[in-house]
């Protein structure tokens, strides 16, 4: 007789096999701190870290997609809600979390 997992059993599975509450989406676009970084394959995949960058997009394709972006902005197209949150108050904004807003750590 099969029946379903209530969220308590989800929850306990996903804690024992070590799967990430949360992701975390990191855009790379330029490279100021250095061409290259170091990390373990394991990181990558029990900590819910997406890595992510342009890929091999020309610079034209690039300003064009900015530019359309900034104009769907403008005229009210594009709205995101954004929570700041300053990074001396990260951790509290981790565990807080905010439903529907972006959140972006700031200096």
Do not use: C, Y
């Not at 250095?34 to 890595?51: D, F, K, N, V």
Request: a neutral charge; proline letters at 5%.
């Amino acid at each position: 007789m099969r029946r379903e997992a209530d969220q308590d059993e989800v929850a306990a599975a996903v804690e024992f096999v070590g799967f990430p509450r949360r992701r975390v989406r990191f855009v790379q676009i330029g490279q100021a701190a250095g061409p290259t970084i170091s990390l373990a394959a394991a990181t990558l995949r029990t900590s819910g870290l997406e890595l992510t960058g342009p890929g091999n997009v020309s610079p034209e394709v690039v300003s064009d997609a900015l530019k359309q972006t900034w104009g769907w902005i403008a005229d009210g197209t594009l709205h995101v809600d954004i929570n700041r949150v300053s990074q001396n108050d990260v951790a509290q904004a981790w565990e807080r979390g905010v439903a529907g807003a972006r959140t972006v750590i700031v200096p």
